[in-house]
């Protein structure tokens, strides 16, 4: 891959350098570490052939080990294209909140988590893997040669993952925001 592993600005761990985006095809889906820059492509990709209705998720740390979820569910492929037009930016950015989409039809999932790793849960994985394999990652169907970003992190590279702020807002203003459009707090939360 010809660009340098881009870190999210809310994102800081020492040995990039010699880090590649990665896609790893797994059973059930896929997992990857992903660039900066990759990470909208992948969600554009994601969405333009997942099932609808669509939903989309956020979790937003409460304290060290705890998590709010937030979801907006039963929404049209327009409405999550919309949300990632009005968010995204903040979402790809942003070092603490973790997202992603899935298909209320299906079950299929596509999961950021801390350090630009990703999991991206489906019955039938092969109806992702050519969107996927258009974003220029390394793909690969062996872990073992793959290197995610949270991989760097040791007692010795502690990585560190903090909130953002863009135009003023943070992720913690996304709940808020689309409260009117139907995004409610898990009851399981």
Do not use: H, W
Not at 103 to 112: A, C, I, L, P, V
């Amino acid at each position: 891959m010809e660009n340098k592993f881009q870190l999210c600005q809310g994102v800081d761990v020492d040995g990039v350098l010699k880090l590649d985006s990665y896609i790893v095809s797994e059973q059930e889906g896929f997992t990857g570490s992903l660039s900066a820059e990759l990470i909208p492509k992948a969600v554009n990709a994601f969405l333009e052939s997942v099932p609808e209705p669509v939903f989309f998720f956020i979790e937003l740390p409460e304290d060290v080990d705890d998590y709010a979820l937030y979801y907006l569910d039963n929404c049209t492929r327009e409405v999550a294209f919309a949300v990632m037009k009005r968010f995204g930016e903040l979402l790809v950015q942003d070092g603490v909140s973790r997202f992603g989409f899935g298909s209320n039809k299906t079950g299929d999932e596509f999961y950021f988590k801390d350090y630009q790793e990703f999991m991206l849960y489906s019955q039938t994985p092969d109806f992702y893997s050519s969107a996927l394999s258009k974003l220029g990652a390394v793909m690969t169907d062996d872990r073992e040669k793959a290197v995610f970003l949270g991989d760097l992190i040791s007692k010795k590279n502690e990585g560190t993952l903090t909130a953002v702020e863009l135009n003023g807002e943070t992720v913690f203003d996304i709940p808020e925001a689309l409260e009117e459009a139907g995004m409610y707090r898990s009851a399981g939360e």
